[in-house]
């Protein structure tokens, strides 16, 4: 088929083609004299981008999810209770691994469509005098349901009970994207990944550390091999890994670090928001509905939009790809079928989100879903019109 195929799902993002370029060269020597010359500045620069002035960061070749492994199996140890909710694909498998590695989880179950439990939370850490939780856990954002949790309220629940457990946050698909602040905010591992916000392919995944975390790996007993802080902070110190690292990812990294300070961090959150505000207008023209159940819980980084009763989201997922080359993101879990879901993070523009919403109207329309063609689309530019700088009259 002609032209692009477009690219919309939540992760892997579109990757701009000066990272894809960065990462087309020779195989190059991992124990090279030289190398620390492109891993040291990394591991200074990405602590930028999780606001880590601190503690450090590891960088794993692995998805996100081997970096929530590293997270508990260095940090805590068997037995450990800590305090998780679910309210999502993501949030859901967090937790199944938590009990899958001998954790004592204290899951509170939320409705799919909010958030982080702030109240509850903070009954628990009340009620637990005896300090016997270690951990508190935190999805920054729910990819399933397109929800946004407030981690600086975390750490507020934490400090109001003067509790010593250390906050885990999941930022796979918001940091970098979303506002995050690592050490304002005290947060102690921050989890993410490289195909999402940092706009690269799969393949690396970010943890990043406070001291205090850090302290506690030295007197936890979890097992761990693969993913030993130990073993990572005695290479990495002098610009090396353990073992083999991904060294196209590397050099795609340090191109996609260089993007994120040149745009600025908080421009990225305001063009996310812009562009995200931009979907949520089209969904309200299409008469359609959020999965996320209120305004606090929208996310910036994807929209997870419920579908009329009687039509299998699905199938608007299938139409969009074998129809127009275009891949939405479709409903995981409780929420199969019954939402699509649109990615709008990472290297992203108004246009390509105009791309999205067609898409979407021409694959709604075909499956049944009655709406006006091109209503959610004339709300996006609007919007985008009504935000978008404009060029200054020039003086008669
Ligand atoms: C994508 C994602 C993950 C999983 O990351 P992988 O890189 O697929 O292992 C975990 N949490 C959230 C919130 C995600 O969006």
Redesign the pocket.
């Given at each position: 088929m002609a032209g692009f195929t477009h690219l919309f799902i939540?992760?892997p993002t579109n990757i701009p083609e000066q990272v894809r370029q960065a990462m087309n060269l020779p195989m190059e020597d991992m124990r090279a004299a030289s190398f620390p010359t492109l891993t040291l500045p990394l591991f200074e620069d990405i602590k930028r981008v999780f606001k880590n002035e601190t503690g450090r960061v590891f960088i794993y070749p692995s998805?996100?999810?081997?970096a929530?492994e590293a997270a508990m199996t260095n940090v805590l140890s068997p037995g450990d209770k800590v305090l998780m909710s679910r309210f999502g694909q993501?949030s859901h498998?967090w937790v199944d691994m938590a009990e899958r590695l001998g954790f004592e989880v204290d899951v509170i179950d939320c409705e799919w469509g909010t958030g982080v439990p702030l109240d509850l939370y903070a009954e628990k850490l009340r009620a637990d005098k005896a300090h016997r939780i270690k951990a508190v856990f935190c999805?920054q954002?729910?990819?399933a349901t397109g929800v946004a949790s407030d981690v600086a309220g975390c750490r507020a629940a934490l400090d109001a009970t003067n509790h010593p457990a250390l906050l885990f946050v999941?930022g796979?698909?918001s940091i970098g994207s979303i506002d995050f602040r690592q050490e304002e905010w005290g947060v102690d591992c921050a989890v993410s990944?490289s195909?999402?916000g940092f706009m690269l392919p799969?393949g690396l995944?970010f943890l990043s550390v406070s001291q205090k975390a850090l302290a506690a790996s030295r007197v936890a007993t979890h097992r761990h091999c693969y993913f030993s802080f130990e073993d990572m902070i005695r290479t990495n110190d002098a610009g090396y890994f353990p073992y083999t690292p991904a060294t196209q990812l590397l050099r795609g990294l340090r191109a996609s670090l260089d993007l994120i300070a040149e745009e600025g961090l908080e421009n990225i959150f305001a063009r996310h928001h812009r562009l995200a505000e931009g979907v949520r207008k089209a969904v309200d023209a299409w008469g359609l509905k959020l999965c996320a159940k209120a305004p606090q819980w929208h996310s910036d980084t994807v929209s997870a939009i419920l579908v009329p009763e009687g039509i299998d989201s699905a199938n608007v997922v299938k139409r969009a790809y074998s129809a127009y080359q275009t891949s939405l993101g479709g409903g995981l879990n409780k929420v199969a079928g019954k939402v699509f879901r649109i990615g709008h993070l990472g290297w992203l523009n108004e246009v390509m989100v105009l791309a999205s919403l067609s898409a979407a109207e021409m694959a709604l329309l075909d499956c049944g879903v009655r709406l006006a063609p091109g209503s959610g689309v004339a709300a996006a530019i609007e919007h985008f019109r009504r935000t978008a700088e404009m060029p200054v009259a020039k003086a008669a």
């Open positions: 939540p992760g998805s996100g999810t081997g929530w993501f498998l999805t954002n729910e990819t999941d796979v698909s990944g195909q999402k799969a995944g």
